[in-house]
């Protein structure tokens, strides 16, 4: 254990400034939209405040993937035709593009490949609800699984310089990547993603998908089924290569998480089959 | 300045020197051929081992070879001067579940080396299996390729 590694993240984690930022607006919108009585036109009037997103926004649904074929002018109309839940997805789209496109060093990620990976996992966690008869959840999926890797833009910087140390650990003690980052540095990517989310002030259910996202067995049990369908999802997409960086593929596909999934076998070849027409229908929202 | 082009996941390109081709891998297959007389590359990113009909053809190993050695023909490669190398195929680390996922890479690496021996071109170079994510780069000039994986570099000379 490094422990100088240790406590400058502890410092980072406890320092709320040091983390990535996002507008307020964005967990505004999603606690928002999270409670049953949810005023629409609330929602619209919020989001029209800040034109950037707006603009953001309605170039997403005439997108191919949002689009129902209607021309879509306004964020009321956005709302009614696409849907709230559709409408909050493309808030988080548009904002977290600027904390996730970047160079992540460490995991040796170039410029755009962790966004496209975000990208990937939410639109194949989105496909799995929807297989799987959980439309309920489909736009939780989606949205946590944009997010999922937040953690790692806070932790390459210290990656970049353990990574021998990491790779080792793996290696000698039989442990996946972010059980060694854990070991090594004291906190793995999921942990720091966690603090990242409070400080945005996401809720519960989305807290859990970042924290739990390598371990689904261990998320809260209400949230057992949204965090191992991003699981599932994300170890397709890092197989197809999908945002794999310098940790490889040295992570587990836990059978918890196909249990709660209830994927068949059948399914999970289905899914990774058609990764490069996700990645194609990526290519018009990112 | 080489030209870079990036070859996604199931897509085949082929490109005449100065350029070169990128691919990035886990349990996908990156094939590279080279044609050492024209300076003419082609790369194909398989993602599974056998076509049952079922979608594209540049998805698959025994049907995206043959396509990609087509297009490189048409450009005026010949067989005797081609050679291919081949990276990727990794597993993920741990899986006590999913026996149809668990295999893909290996059975990518087999699929690509009867594809191409079916075809005649002979595998001059490997970098294949483990755990690792790779990134390839292949140099029209002449032919290397370079791997990049879990922090180290690893080239490839031979055509």
Known sequence: MHSHIKQRLENIV??????????????????????????????????????AITANILKLCNSAYFSKGKEIASIDRAIVILGIR????????????????????????????????GVAVAMVSKNIALMKKRRDISDEVFTGGIIHDVGKTVLALFVQNTFKDILTTVEERNITFQEAEKDVMGFDHQEIGERVLEKWQFPPILRAIVRHHHEPQLAPKEYIVPVSIVHVANTICLMAGIGIGSDGLFH?????????????????????????????????IM | MNNLINIGVAQIGSA???????????????????????????MAHILLPKNNGK???????????PMLIQKMLKQGCSKEFMTAK??????????????????????NVISTREALKASGINVVAEDIGGNVGRVIDFFLEDGRMKVKAAGNEQLYYKV
């Open chain 1, 14 to 51: 406890d320092n709320l400034d040091q983390l990535p930022s996002l507008p307020d607006v964005v967990s505004k919108i999603i606690n928002m939209v999270n409670d049953p009585n949810v005023d629409f036109k609330k929602v619209a009037d919020e989001i029209v405040k800040d034109q």
């Open chain 1, 86 to 117: 559709e409408v909050k997805d493309m808030v988080v789209l548009a904002t977290t593009k600027a904390v996730l496109n970047k160079v992540i060093m460490g995991y040796d990620l170039a410029r755009g490949e962790l966004w496209k990976h």
């Open chain 1, 252 to 284: 587990e596909l836990k059978p918890e998480a196909i249990d709660a999934t209830g994927l068949s076998e059948d399914e999970l070849e289905k899914i990774y089959s058609e990764i490069p027409e996700v990645m194609q229908k990526a290519g018009e």
């Open chain 2, 16 to 42: 005449e020197n100065p350029a070169v081709l990128r691919t990035i891998l886990g349990s996908c297959v990156g094939i590279c051929i080279y044609d050492r007389s024209k300076k003419i590359g082609g």
């Open chain 2, 55 to 65: 979608g594209n053809d540049e998805k698959y190993a025994d049907t995206a070879i």
């Open chain 2, 86 to 107: 081949i990276a990727g195929g990794s597993s993920m680390f741990k899986f006590k579940s999913s026996a149809s996922l668990s295999n893909i890479g290996d059975n």
